[in-house]
Each structure stands twice: as C-alpha cells, then as structure tokens.
C-alpha cells in the first residue's frame, strides 16, 4: 500500500509560480510511474502531468505545457509539480498520483492505483 502527501499549494497571483510535492511511503517508489492530475469546482478530475519510473519520460495536457514541469526523485520517494506562469484556469485542487502501469497509459487513460489527499492552488487575476 502506497501513501501520497501532497504540498506547496497556496493562493497566487496569476503570472507566479508554485512548485507542489508528493512525498511516497509504503511502497518500492521507483516500481510506480507517478503523475498529478487537477479538479476544478465543478469539473471532473482530469490529467496535468505524468513521468516514467526513471523519469526518462514525461507527458503533458496540452494547456500545460512549457509551463508546467514534472520530475522526480527516487532517492527522495518524491515526485514535483513546478508551475510556472500561472493562470486563473489553473485553480484546482491538484492530486499526486501512482501507477503500477506506465506513465503513457497514465496519460492515456487517467488511471491511478494510489492517489493522495489533494492541494488546493488558487490563481487569482
């Protein structure tokens, strides 16, 4: 059983930047493809970033990118969401998440086997 702990969220001004983390326990990080995924006051849960168990891969919402940046850490058991020139539309509550799959079908197909709490991020124009 993986635990994911989210931080670094907060409330922004749109064109700043905020970097999240996941801290991992409880499982063999670097066996899991992480990701973060995003839900918006009401909207559905959908997909922001993904990475490859080593990191060698990554893939992104189109919206996102080249502002957004996930990486990783295996010696750490940490996964980051750097986020740059934020945007009011990034408002979100913002999810770390595991796969035991790869970081494309992440991408794919939303799945996640382990997911955390969630933090908020709030981007005020």
């Known amino acids: 059983q993986v635990q994911l702990v989210e931080s670094g969220g907060g409330m922004v001004l749109a064109g700043t930047s905020l970097r999240l983390s996941c801290a991992a326990s409880?499982?063999?990080?670097?066996?899991?493809?992480m990701g973060w995924f995003r839900q918006a006051p009401g909207k559905e849960r959908e997909f922001v970033a993904a990475?490859?168990?080593?990191?060698?891969?990554?893939y992104y919402k189109d919206s996102v990118k080249g502002r957004l940046t996930i990486s990783r850490d295996n010696a750490k058991n940490t996964v980051n969401l750097q986020m740059n020139s934020l945007k009011p539309e990034d408002t979100a509550v913002y999810y770390c998440?595991?796969?035991?799959?790869?970081?494309?079908?992440?991408?794919?197909?939303?799945?996640?086997?382990?997911w955390g709490q969630g933090t908020q991020v709030t981007v005020s124009s």
């Open positions: 990475i490859s168990r080593n990191g060698g891969s990554t």
């Open positions: 409880g499982g063999t990080f670097e066996r899991y493809a």
């Open positions: 998440a595991a796969t035991g799959t790869t970081a494309h079908t992440m991408y794919l197909s939303g799945a996640g086997d382990y």
